[in-house]
């Protein structure tokens, strides 16, 4: 069981977009370190974007340039908007919230300790 869910995975082609949402956390008002993460089968869960309470992010170079993450906490949202997709983009993407308010905006997912259920995102050439 999780207290955040994702939404807006689904199949593109490479080079599509898409944008994921994560909403149902009550961290999203408390302002607290957020991060989206991905995992392919047989793989270990990575670290794709970062944001910490004062808005510096943190992204993989793997989509630096590709991807933005952002907050809208009125709405208590966490968007991750994708360009430019590719096929090795292809995983479930998981919305993740780190308890310690002084957080860095970490890829790594230990310090996390809230994750959202996944959206699946399937990219094809």
């Known amino acids: 069981q999780v207290e955040m869910v994702e939404s807006g995975g689904g199949s593109v082609t490479a080079g599509g977009s898409l944008r994921l949402s994560c909403t149902g956390f009550?961290?999203?008002?408390?302002?607290?370190?957020m991060g989206w993460f991905r995992q392919a089968p047989g793989k270990e869960r990575e670290g794709v974007a970062a944001?910490?309470?004062?808005?510096?992010?943190n992204y993989a170079d793997s989509v630096k340039g590709r991807f933005t993450i952002s907050k809208d906490r009125d709405k208590n949202t966490l968007y991750l908007q994708m360009h430019s997709l590719r096929p090795e983009d292809t995983a479930m993407y998981y919305c993740?919230?780190?308890?310690?308010?002084?957080?860095?905006?970490?890829?790594?997912?230990?310090?996390?300790?809230?994750w959202g259920q996944g959206t699946q995102v399937t990219v094809s050439s």
């Open positions: 993740a919230a780190d308890a310690d308010w002084h957080g860095g905006a970490s890829l790594f997912p230990g310090p996390y300790d809230y």
């Open positions: 009550q961290g999203f008002n408390r302002n607290l370190p």
């Open positions: 944001v910490t309470r004062d808005g510096t992010t």
